[in-house]
């Protein structure tokens, strides 16, 4: 049976925006976003506050609801799709406040994201100690650098560790494509660094888009960069040119963006 084109077409991306727009009453949040990402890909989105970079979020999980315009995930229009539609294909994401068990442990957290996009969610039944999801919890906590306190209450571990922490969940269930919200605000600079080197280490075939304020954290985790102003996508381009652009020094730079925020 023939793939009709426009499915073979989009089949190579694990994201397509095509005109992507949203509105809230007179203000245009979003306006014709074209985007494309490769399965695999590592894109970073920049731009200052209000750019629209959390609506963009917003509108390719499904929390909100495009004016106009298409998503596609893995050539599957998913435009009018649920949130929990879209994770069930294989999307993640994190968010910029925080959604942790702070009474259960490193372990226990890691354990509830595995088990809640598994077939088994509603078993009642307590895991045995060789629980495939075990595992899974337990390479998770490796993959984040939390192996060493993967016992410890979530309420005790410093801020750093658990963003960590929320970075594994969004891991959770073999995702296609993660979606992270800017993972390093308020981290101190060792903080930044080991999430430089936890980003950098995902498995190949793990793609994300990650919004981030900070440029340095950016750059050196993503593959391709697009820069929002005003709703639109102002540049796009590999690190080293939008690093070297002059406008995007103009704009992004020369406004007090670079470095920490």
């Given at each position: ?61 499904g929390d909100f609801r495009p004016t106009a315009g298409a998503i596609r995930f893995f050539g599957e229009d998913v435009t ?182």
């Amino acid at each position: 049976m023939a793939v009709a084109p426009s499915i073979a077409a989009g089949a190579a991306n694990a994201l397509e925006l095509r005109g992507l727009s949203k509105s809230f009453g007179a203000l245009a949040a979003l306006a014709d976003i074209d985007l494309v990402v490769s399965p695999g890909e590592r894109r970073a989105v920049l731009g200052s506050n209000g750019a629209g970079k959390t609506t963009l979020f917003n509108c390719i999980t499904g929390d909100f609801r495009p004016t106009a315009g298409a998503i596609r995930f893995f050539g599957e229009d998913v435009t009018a799709f649920p949130a929990y539609e879209r994770i069930r294909r294989g999307l993640r994401r994190t968010y910029q406040i925080s959604l942790l068990f702070g009474g259960l442990s490193v372990a226990d957290n890691i354990y509830l994201a595995c088990r809640g996009v598994s077939r088994g969610r509603f078993s009642m039944l307590r895991p045995r100690r060789d629980d495939a999801l075990v595992a899974a919890s337990e390479d998770l906590a490796r993959t984040v650098h939390l192996s060493d306190v993967s016992d410890r209450r979530v309420a005790d571990l410093s801020y750093g560790q658990q963003r960590q922490l929320e970075i594994a969940m969004a891991l959770a269930g073999a995702p296609r494509l993660v979606l992270f919200d800017e993972p390093a605000a308020g981290l101190s600079p060792t903080e930044r660094r080991n999430l430089v080197d936890i980003l950098t280490g995902l498995p190949s075939h793990i793609g994300y888009i990650i919004i981030e304020h900070d440029m340095d954290v950016a750059l050196r985790v993503s593959d391709r960069v697009t820069l929002m102003h005003n709703g639109r996508i102002f540049k796009d381009g590999k690190p080293a040119e939008i690093e070297e652009d002059p406008e995007v020094q103009a704009l992004y730079l020369g406004g007090g963006e670079h470095g920490h925020s």
